[in-house]
């Protein structure tokens, strides 16, 4: 009965969140603009990189145009190109979670990342085939915690196969992903790469790893989903 996995990118396939508030603040020093570590993932992590300058701008009470904004994105993409070409950027068990899947049913990505970021991650890693979709901050869809990205990705896997959103998993790092995830009618499995367990609730499932991801929970999950639907 599973149709589909659906896989954030950021905190879920690649450790990139640190690399990622490792290039925000580099281009936003340059401006003479703090970012703390404990900022990003409390309040910034789930943004895209256009939505996370217009929030801390507003939280900062700054009047920045879309120019800058645009110049910071610019450069921030060139930062973090070189940082996530490294050899160190997946998770352990990324790899074979996502052939594992692959072998069972049609994946897709769909995350705030770039989709440069995420082509050239999955393609140094020799994932890019595992995929047939890919919906990022590329496309200019809302980022999560609106479901735009998951229905995008739904969309657009369905060129290539039926896709029934509650017969299909997500995979999450944190509170933002899920809430998209849901919205989208996703059943959602949490890692806890990002976050505690006790901050992905609303997951029908948590795990430390993607190592202890298996076909037949994700089955499982959909059973139950089916025996048990959401109100």
Not at 43 to 64: H, N, P, S, T, W
Not at 161 to 190: F, Q, Y
Request: aromatic share 6%; charged share 25%; with cysteine.
């Amino acid at each position: 009965m599973l149709q589909a996995v659906f896989f954030d990118f950021d905190g879920v396939i690649a450790d990139s969140e640190p690399r990622h508030l490792q290039a925000y603040q580099a281009v936003l020093r340059r401006d003479g603009i703090d970012l703390s570590r404990e900022q990003y993932y409390e309040r910034y992590l789930g943004y895209d990189d256009v939505g996370l300058f217009q929030a801390l701008m507003e939280d900062r009470g700054l009047a920045i145009d879309g120019a800058k904004i645009d110049e910071w994105i610019a450069a921030k993409s060139k930062l973090i190109e070189s940082l996530l070409s490294g050899d160190d950027v997946l998770f352990p068990g990324a790899v074979d979670c996502v052939q594992r899947c692959a072998a069972h049913v049609p994946l897709a990505v769909a995350s705030g990342a770039l989709e440069p970021e995420i082509e050239l991650v999955l393609g140094h890693a020799g994932l890019r085939n595992s995929f047939k979709a890919i919906a990022s901050a590329s496309d200019g869809v809302r980022g999560k915690p609106a479901p735009d990205l998951y229905l995008l990705a739904i969309a657009k896997l369905r060129q290539f196969c039926a896709v029934d959103a509650g017969s299909s998993i997500a995979i999450e790092d944190s509170h933002w992903g899920l809430e998209a995830a849901r919205a989208a009618g996703l059943r959602c499995v949490a890692v806890t790469h990002t976050y505690e367990a006790g901050e992905l609730s609303g997951a029908d499932l948590v795990v430390d790893s993607l190592g202890d991801i298996t076909i037949p929970q994700l089955e499982q999950i959909v059973r139950d989903a089916r025996a048990n639907p959401r109100s």
